[in-house]
């Protein structure tokens, strides 16, 4: 499992951004506050794109940008969970 420290907001909205970790385990990604899971996705079931402003999050008809301290790191989790699997 790799972890990392985020902050997390909906497109659009002005509001400030909640602190919250990200979990990618296997092809999962499990978003938390404080111990409490607010969100879990197959990697297989969101679209995920990388702009200037954090990383773009489409899951379930809604849209959240994600602020990851560790860019570059999570970056390559997310290639590495994403490759098919070798037969």
Avoid: C, Y
């Avoid at 994600?66 to 997310?78: D, I, Y």
């Amino acid at each position: 499992m790799a972890s990392f420290d985020a902050r997390l907001r909906l497109v659009g909205e002005p509001g400030f951004p909640l602190g919250v970790v990200v979990d990618l385990t296997g092809k999962q990604m499990v978003v938390s506050v404080d111990g409490s899971e607010l969100a879990s996705w197959s990697l297989e079931d969101i679209v995920i794109s990388q702009n200037s402003d954090g990383f773009h999050i489409a899951a379930e008809g809604e849209e959240v940008v994600l602020n990851v301290n560790e860019r570059v790191r999570f970056a390559t989790e997310l290639r590495s969970r994403s490759k098919p699997a070798p037969r």
